[in-house]
């Protein structure tokens, strides 16, 4: 049996967050397989691969589905290593979940040496108690890419309200980030 060649750009994507945010759940979605009700614990990292076409682009994904739980944080540092890009989940029933986001952002920045784009997914849409205001997740996204902006970085920093267990947003999170990746190189001249 033959191999093929692939021959589109490949991103390492670090998925971060909280523990029982829903990242396991979220990567488990794009990968095509249903939600699982029972919680299981992401020791270290899973790691699996996407293959997607957006925009008549090929892209491969290798999504690095990282603990968010503190305890795993020195064995974290050597996940992020060569990350492309990330996706920083908060659970929208979760204020404190939210408030982290700043302290997932500064550690992924630190770990990988530089900026790189991201995307900022609000999951648990499905929910009723939702903690996170419209307004404050705007105002915070706005920070973000006001961030970029000034060490001159042309990049918008994306958001989007996701719900693992209905499957809304899920496949249009992992679309939007590649377009923000596309957009960041593109409009910055990175290769």
């Known amino acids: 049996m033959g191999t093929v060649d692939y021959k589109g750009p490949r991103y390492k994507i670090v998925i971060i967050g909280d523990g029982g945010v829903g990242k396991t759940s979220l990567v488990e979605r794009i990968q095509g397989h249903g939600f699982e009700t029972k919680y299981h614990i992401t020791i270290g990292a899973n790691i699996s691969v996407r293959d997607i ?7 491969k994904f290798q999504l690095w589905d990282l603990a968010g739980q503190q305890r795993f944080e020195t064995v974290r540092g050597l996940f992020y290593r060569g990350s492309h890009a990330a996706v920083l989940v908060y659970d ?8 982290n986001l700043e302290r997932w ?9 530089r900026k790189v784009p991201y995307l900022i997914v609000g999951n648990k849409d499905d929910l009723e108690k939702k903690d996170i205001p419209t307004e404050l997740l705007l105002n915070y996204v706005k920070k973000c890419s006001s961030e970029f902006t000034s060490v001159k970085i042309n990049y918008v920093v994306p958001s989007l309200i996701t719900s693992a267990l209905t499957g809304y947003n899920v496949y249009s999170s992992i679309e939007l980030l590649a377009r923000s990746i596309r957009s960041y190189i593109d409009d910055n001249h990175f290769d």
């Open 53 to 59: 076409s957006v925009d008549d682009r090929e892209y």
């Open 92 to 99: 929208q029933s979760r204020q404190e979940s939210f408030n």
């Open 105 to 113: 952002k500064r550690e992924l920045f630190s770990s990988v040496g």
